[in-house]
């Protein structure tokens, strides 16, 4: 986005000139004084729109006072476009304009809100990326509301824009209740993106590093920046960052009701952050879920013995954890760890449906060599007894009905893999992917994840009925 306009302190001699031929009405830009006149052809050659030229040097007034501004700012005028595709709408966007502007060019030309210039940039996108006031972003987003979506040759959305720019929360507040599903968009162009939509399925690890390009994360990288807002859960930047993630959360989870106009972003329960940390962590920087364990321990202690809050156990969150699927087995392990460790008795109660984490973990197909499920055994090693109560079933019989994966393993991750490591300007791989994939290939790939999945698979079933084979027994009596 290269649209610079030209600005300068001193631009009271420019005037215009009006003149009406049979032809047409022609307006001139007349600037008295030389070395002004110079500076401006040499910043922006002269074009054939007067309006044009007038938003280039952020005129506001000058247009508004103007005596013949209904030839100004005449549909010929606004319709007007220069080489880079950019209108006078998207020149004014640029340059911090009163919402009068702004309504007087929409009104000329209603279509330049939809237009978009030669890197796919909408006046929204302008006005997003250059700080515009939050009444010039509704404007926009109520002529062409889709606008919000719109990604650019370089796949960033109007809230990325606003996020990178460090945009005020009523800005946010306004692209995010146009589209609350732009939080997680990945701003990547659309070679990527369409990589992304395959790799998605299959690995979660190159599906991470693409996921970190989206709103979302890029406010929350700024939060860790700030030693304040991550000291007191505190600030304009935790409230944004707060912001995006419970509306992003609100878009995944439809059947809970997640507040993100009502209240002020600090003050969410410090629960349902947490809970939406993990179940967007791919995400988020992997420091967010620590700070959200840490943020719900701090108020569970300041709590007082009558408080519920005093009572609770963690399961809930431990439960939210363990169905949720991470971007690499390790870090499913690393959360699980964090939670019980923050809260020790987590494993040992059940939520709020009755259910134990330990059953919800092997009803989601949670495999014991990666070591989370382990931890939670470990926790609460009684919990292998207890039925499921949606079920009735013991946790190894939900681990033993658990349907295969339903990943297409004859899918050839390996050569998206090659091809993202030519095509990776923005560097998405590690470096240890990258020794990863100068291994060579393994035959029948998609035979032997098949194979390896069922081998996890009953591994999990034998630990379980290992730590009580009374299990067995209890289910032939109870005819399960």
Not at 231 to 240: E, P, S
């Amino acid at each position: 986005m290269n649209c610079q306009p030209y600005r300068e302190s001193s631009l009271s001699d420019v005037s215009l000139s009006h003149s009406i031929s049979s032809a047409e009405d022609v307006i001139d830009v007349n600037v008295s004084t030389p070395g002004l006149k110079q500076a401006i052809q040499l910043s922006y050659p002269r074009s054939r729109s007067a309006l044009m030229d007038m938003v280039r040097m952020q005129q506001w007034q000058f247009i508004i006072d103007y005596p013949a501004k209904d030839i100004l700012l005449g549909r010929k005028q606004a319709k007007y476009h220069d080489s880079d595709g950019l209108y006078p709408l998207h020149w004014a966007c640029s340059g911090g304009p009163p919402l009068s502007i702004i309504e007087a060019l929409i009104k000329s030309y209603p279509s330049a809100a939809r237009k978009r210039d030669q890197e796919g940039s909408t006046p929204l996108h302008f006005a997003t990326h250059y700080s515009a006031s939050v009444s010039v972003i509704e404007k926009l987003l109520l002529v062409y509301p889709e606008a919000v979506s719109i990604q650019d040759k370089y796949g960033r959305t109007p809230l990325y824009h606003a996020i990178e720019k460090s945009a005020n929360i009523n800005v946010i507040q306004a692209l995010i209740r146009a589209d609350k599903n732009t939080t997680v968009v990945s701003c990547l162009p659309k070679e990527l993106r369409d990589i992304h939509k395959e790799l998605g399925k299959y690995d979660g690890v190159l599906r991470r590093a693409i996921s970190v390009r989206t709103p979302l994360f890029l406010a929350w990288t700024a939060v860790l920046g700030d030693a304040h807002a991550r000291k007191t859960f505190q600030g304009k930047k935790w409230d944004k960052a707060i912001h995006l993630l419970m509306a992003a959360y609100e878009t995944i989870l439809t059947s809970r009701i997640v507040a993100t106009d009502q209240a002020p972003p600090h003050r969410v329960p410090p629960e349902h952050f947490l809970q939406a940390a993990i179940t967007l962590d791919i995400f988020l920087p992997d420091a967010v879920v620590p700070i959200a364990i840490k943020s719900l321990a701090i108020a569970t202690s300041k709590s007082k013995p009558s408080d519920e809050a005093t009572l609770y156990s963690g399961a809930e969150i431990l439960a939210t954890a363990a169905e949720t699927d991470h971007y690499s087995e390790q870090r499913s392990t690393d959360i699980i760890r964090m939670i019980i460790d923050a809260f020790p008795s987590a494993a040992c109660h059940s939520t709020a449906g009755g259910r134990t984490p330990l059953g919800i973990a092997a009803a989601a197909g949670m495999l014991w060599r990666h070591g989370a499920m382990d931890l939670i055994f470990a926790a609460a090693p009684d919990a292998v007894s207890q039925a499921d109560p949606m079920s009735g079933l013991p946790p190894f019989l939900l681990a033993a009905a658990r349907p295969e994966e339903t990943k297409e393993y004859n899918f050839d991750s390996r050569s998206l893999r090659l091809w993202l490591e030519k095509n990776d300007p923005y560097n998405l791989l590690t470096r240890k992917d990258r020794q990863r994939e100068q291994q060579p290939p393994v035959t029948s790939e998609g035979e032997i994840l098949k194979q390896e999945y069922e081998t996890a698979k009953l591994e999990t079933i034998y630990q379980l009925i290992q730590s009580d084979p009374t299990v067995i027994s209890h289910c032939l009596q109870q005819n399960v």
